[in-house]
C-alpha cells in the first residue's frame, strides 16, 4: 500500500453536488432541530467537506409555528435588536415573535449556529422556513429529513 498516492481533496464550488431535504418542526424541540439543520446546510454530513466552501445542501423547514421550547424559554428569553439611534433596544420575548412572525425563531436559531462571515451568509440562504406545510419548492423534489 503506498500512502504517497492518496491526495486529500478539496471541494470545489463547481463540483459540489447539492439536494434538498425537507424537515418537519412539529411539536420538536428548536435547538435540537436547529442543531441538525445547521449541520446539513454547512455541509458536516458529507465527506467532501471543505470548510471554506459552500457545500451543503438546501433545507426545507415546515410546521416552524408548531415548534416547541423547553422549560420557561417562550416568556424568559429574548431576542434583542437596536436600531443604532439612542432608545432604539428593543426586547422581543419568543411569545411575541411567534405572534408576528413564527418562523423568525427557526431562522434565528440556525444563524446563530453559522459562521460569522461571508461564508455564514451565503449558507443562510439555503434554509427556507414555512409556517404551515406548504411550501413553494416541489419542483426540486426534496427528500424527507428523518431526524433522531
Same mark, same amino acid.
Request: net charge positive.
Given at each position: 500500500?503506498?500512502?504517497?498516492? !492518496?491526495?486529500?481533496?478539496? %471541494? /470545489?464550488?463547481?463540483?459540489?453536488?447539492?439536494?434538498?431535504?425537507? *424537515? =418537519?418542526?412539529? +411539536?420538536? *424541540?428548536?435547538?435540537?432541530? %436547529? +442543531?441538525?439543520? %445547521? /449541520?446539513?446546510?454547512?455541509? /458536516?454530513?458529507?465527506?467532501?467537506?471543505?470548510?471554506? #466552501?459552500?457545500?451543503? =445542501?438546501?433545507? #426545507?423547514?415546515?410546521?416552524?409555528?408548531?415548534?416547541?421550547?423547553?422549560?420557561?424559554?417562550?416568556?424568559?428569553?429574548? !431576542?434583542?435588536?437596536? +436600531?443604532?439611534?439612542?432608545?432604539?433596544?428593543?426586547?422581543? +420575548?419568543?411569545?411575541?415573535?411567534?405572534?408576528?412572525?413564527?418562523?423568525?425563531?427557526?431562522? !434565528?436559531?440556525?444563524?446563530?449556529?453559522?459562521? /460569522?462571515?461571508?461564508?455564514?451568509?451565503?449558507?443562510?440562504?439555503?434554509?427556507? *422556513?414555512?409556517?404551515? =406545510?406548504?411550501?413553494?419548492?416541489?419542483?426540486?423534489?426534496?427528500?424527507?429529513?428523518?431526524?433522531?
Amino acid at each position: 500500500m503506498n500512502t504517497l498516492t !492518496y491526495k486529500t481533496i478539496s %471541494a /470545489k464550488k463547481e463540483s459540489v453536488e447539492k439536494n434538498w431535504w425537507i *424537515v =418537519d418542526a412539529d +411539536s420538536r *424541540v428548536l435547538g435540537r432541530v %436547529a +442543531s441538525e439543520v %445547521a /449541520k446539513i446546510i454547512r455541509g /458536516k454530513h458529507k465527506p467532501s467537506f471543505t470548510p471554506h #466552501i459552500d457545500c451543503g =445542501d438546501n433545507v #426545507i423547514v415546515i410546521n416552524a409555528e408548531k415548534i416547541r421550547m423547553t422549560g420557561d424559554k417562550m416568556n424568559s428569553k429574548e !431576542y434583542i435588536s437596536h +436600531s443604532g439611534y439612542p432608545g432604539g433596544q428593543k426586547r422581543l +420575548s419568543p411569545k411575541q415573535v411567534m405572534a408576528k412572525k413564527p418562523e423568525r425563531i427557526f431562522e !434565528y436559531a440556525v444563524k446563530g449556529m453559522l459562521p /460569522k462571515n461571508r461564508l455564514g451568509r451565503q449558507l443562510f440562504k439555503n434554509l427556507h *422556513v414555512y409556517a404551515g =406545510d406548504q411550501h413553494p419548492h416541489e419542483a426540486q423534489n426534496p427528500k424527507v429529513l428523518e431526524l433522531k
